[in-house]
């Protein structure tokens, strides 16, 4: 791979591309492109803008992507997760819908952008490996039953706002007496009819005589024909005339940037919201492009994909959106409709193009209610309680970490239960690196072999004590080390040497160190003698020099049978 | 030990106590106290108290602390660190030397004393752990410079204020023309005394002809006679009628708190700033508690130590001072005037009252001068820079980590210096775990031991791949595991079982188990088999029972060897 290459990864792959190829690719794409475009208006409005920003989201971000991503299999656009964040985001600076509010969400994908370049140069991808696993599920469960709670207004054609669950439920409750009989029903068909195509729409299909491979592909269209028959039949009934909201007629250009909010208070402001949009977006779709990539044995460098995804982003922010990135349902829908290769990410941009320039009078009497039922549908399918109850027979502690993220994000909003999620897990892990293990090992009679003492039969002697650390040696540790040790020396009177076996250690810091010197200084004070063993390569490379081997009373075994043999042998001489 | 002798550790010691103890131990008090009272005054001067409130500070706490504290040699009073942290907490919401000052202040010893408790009874002491080496390194270094700047005022007798480097610096400045000349004078010659009898007082009075034992007692007594010698100075040339500050007449009362200041914004306010005060006290205070009962072979309960020093602190409170911990200079002093038992704190507390009650007229005429110069020379024993030089061989990253620590407190202070410090360590920390070495492992010809393929030379199958994680599995390098195991398994194609030997593995977490999962069953998608084997006991019995343990392509071996043996038989089989 030339170095060119590397950073344009388009190159590699449209060395090999042919036209057939390309015949290929169209085809998925116009499939791809029809069903995509509801869950992109859909999600636009998710991020508290006019629906038809989610076309252009879906644009310049997906041919930015095509060129510069690494996955081959990865759709970028707007994100359900990431949209409800913008909305989060922005809704303190503005109101939903001023020009303002799409200004700042605006300023926010550019951000976006940046911060993912700016972690690419600094080779800081690493920062979101700091969620884990039940915060991102509390984290994912606790948004998506709020975003569901948030669509309750457009199924009653009601006003309500608030990002949490207090403000939402209050507002709605307030509210509920404004009613759109219409709207109700609309909703309560569009719920329906989506829950029943996504059962029954491939039955149907094969019942009407369709050969089973196209059955296949079409039957993911069964929300497409559901927006379809309900725009018609807002249409036909003149719904939008009995209070039904419906998109409307569409500006024919993109919003722009208003550039005098742009300061340096409104960007420490928005910088927060900004990472963790950032974070959330990257890691969700590293997630999904490793799965694709894993089956097609192909490599994701994450690296490049922070560079993909920022240049998405910039391109999202200069055609005037809202942050993007890959998404999960949208990548399924791209694989399943055949993509072979990013081509179809660039040529279905092109068709969201037309579809802009030339179609959008076709989506005057779309409701907004059959969008939000297409967002509660994807939403419910993930809040999931199962996670929770593996977590809970695995571990009681992560669960209440996924528990308190969830009621947190619930409570406190998404921004501040992710906070509050990632300090307790690193909290969680220092106080268990914190407690080390630590067994005391004996001879496995007859054998080289050092075991626990009370897990198995072995050999010890009263005046040598091997001691096992089971942990990495690092400040979070260091002063429990030295008390347990100096504990352990106080409790066995009559020890003369303290053998310390490293297997497990793989690191070992200053503050370790320190700590050690300390033990050792302290137990030659008491007569008592520390030995090293099994020291590993690179551990052994670092004490190399510095003060511990110096003041070290003892001597450093390649082996802790060596250790026993030198050091009962000495025993036995005095 | 009987629980109430856990939770009251006097009763252990008193139980043995004779009068010869006693006796013993009154002189040592006596000599103790005489020492200990020009630093106390000095350290509340530096808390920008009236200098006598350090006495106060030592009867109580001491008291309290020798009754329920686990350490026998400890010495609790006002130390240097936290009394000048009082004042950076206390100096945004009060003037030095104002009524609200003080309260503020009592406040302070009051929420000090709670925190540690509230710290024991939910056993977070680990959280002290999270100061590193590197940190506390840094931070002392540059506290003690800022408290040297700090006291350059006393010297010249001018107003400054501010505490950190550039208004102190800026202060001192505007207010340099207005130097005292007899303050200089007298500064100058108490500097200089001071020093020289530290080198030279052991000396004078073996010439004088005293006994060397006694010799060694009194030797430390030399700043003592300075106070003495300056103050009289002070007295007879009448130096406080030509500008010179002394600590002047002494109320005989305690401060008392002024309950109107206690709100809850107060205490929000001051949180932060007592929790530093209470972290970096209690450290300091284990750390030579700790070196003492090593010495001794005396064991230290660090949570009994929290009750210990959270009594001391409310106790505080109640006589009027301020924040009190273990103090290094104070208890090398008890040490050395042969301190055999906690009675000695009792005793010297009763001592310093009895002072407080008759003697406080014998404090007119000393200067502040003295004490600020008793400041400089202990402080700049603090200020090491050969830390520094054997971190940078030992660790960069490391030393990088002291170097911004002293910087931030420098220029941003005491408290943002520590909390910048902390969140550094730990993303170092995390940062170095989420990188973890990872070897490909073969067979040592002729042994059973398996050793990384590019330290040694051994034997390797080409369809079998052996791979050493050398770190903990967590969330913070649950994903990059997936990665490399991944990307080695795409880079050699030929291969149809991945065995994890897992000898270095003591914890797995749900994050790490989430992504094992997904690793092992995109490999199966691909044709790959994982294995594990060497799985130590505590990370089996978090298996048992697993989603991984069921969903794994492989089989889990005891040993190396044996998962070596099995699937080679296998293969040639085939």
């Known amino acids: 791979m030339t170095t060119l290459e590397k950073y344009l990864p388009a190159l590699v792959w449209l060395k090999g591309y042919r036209t057939a190829d390309l015949k290929h690719d169209s085809v998925a794409s116009l499939i791809f492109t029809i069903m995509v475009i509801p869950q992109s208006l859909a999600y636009a409005m998710l991020a508290g803008l006019p629906a038809i920003t989610g076309l252009y989201a879906s644009i310049l971000p997906s041919i930015l992507y095509s060129l510069f991503g690494s996955s081959r299999t990865l759709a970028v656009g707007p994100v359900a997760l990431t949209s409800v964040m913008t909305a989060s985001a922005v809704l303190p600076f503005a109101v939903s819908g001023s020009e303002h509010y799409a200004s700042i969400a605006i ?91 996504k059962r029954y729409f491939g039955r149907f299909l094969l019942l009407l005589g369709l050969p089973t491979s196209s059955v296949q592909l079409f039957e993911k269209s069964g929300p497409v024909v559901v927006v379809i028959v309900t725009t018609f039949i807002v249409a036909i009934l003149s719904l939008d005339q009995l209070g039904v909201a419906v998109i409307g007629s569409v500006p024919t250009t993109p919003p722009t940037i208003n550039l005098d909010i742009i300061s340096w208070q409104m960007i420490k402001a928005l910088l927060p919201g900004a990472f963790l949009i950032t974070i959330v977006g990257f890691i969700g779709s590293v997630s999904v492009a490793q799965s694709y990539a894993a089956k097609r044995r192909q490599d994701i460098h994450p690296n490049q994909e922070l560079v993909g995804l920022g240049l998405a982003n910039i391109g999202a922010a200069l055609s005037g959106s809202f942050p993007v990135t890959g998404g999960f349902s949208r990548t399924v829908l791209n694989a399943d409709c055949g993509s072979k290769s990013p081509m179809t990410g660039i040529i279905s941009a092109l068709l969201i193009l037309l579809t802009l320039l030339f179609m959008t009078p076709l989506f005057y009497y779309l409701p907004t209610t059959i969008l939000a039922a297409i967002i509660s549908i994807s939403m419910a399918k993930l809040i999931s309680f199962s996670d929770l109850k593996k977590l809970w027979q695995f571990s009681k502690k992560e669960a209440y970490l996924l528990i308190v993220t969830f009621c947190t994000v619930m409570l406190e909003g998404m921004e501040t239960g992710l906070i509050v999620g990632v300090i307790l897990s690193i909290l969680f892990f220092l106080w268990h690196t914190s407690h080390p293990h630590i067994a005391i090992v004996g001879r496995v009679p007859g054998t080289e072999h050092y075991r626990n003492v009370q897990r198995f039969e072995v050999e010890t002697h009263s005046k040598v004590l091997t001691v096992r650390i089971d942990e990495n040696l690092f400040f979070a540790n260091a002063r429990v080390l030295e008390e347990q040790l100096q504990n352990l020396v106080s409790q066995n009177k009559d020890i003369q040497h303290l053998v310390l076996m490293c297997t497990a250690i793989n690191m070992i810091d200053a503050s370790a160190l320190q700590s050690l010197e300390k033990v050792v200084l302290r137990l030659a004070d008491a007569g008592v003698k520390v030995h090293l063993s099994e020291v590993k390569g690179p551990v052994m490379d670092k004490l190399i020099g510095s003060i511990l081997l110096a003041s070290l009373s003892g001597k450093v075994f390649l082996t802790q049978h060596q250790a026993i043999k030198a050091l009962t042998v000495e025993q036995a001489d005095e």
């Open 107 to 197: 300023l926010l994908a550019f951000m976006s952008g940046v911060l993912l370049l700016v972690l690419s140069l600094l080779k800081l991808g690493f920062l979101t490996n700091l969620l884990s696993h039940p915060v991102i599920s509390g984290f994912i469960s606790a948004s998506a039953l709020l975003i569901i709670i948030g669509q309750i207004k457009y199924f009653l054609g009601i006003e309500s706002n608030g990002s949490t669950l207090v403000p939402l439920a209050t507002s709605l409750y307030a509210h509920v007496s404004n009613t759109n009989l219409p709207t109700l029903l609309l909703s309560v068909f569009s719920i329906a009819s989506l829950l029943l195509v």
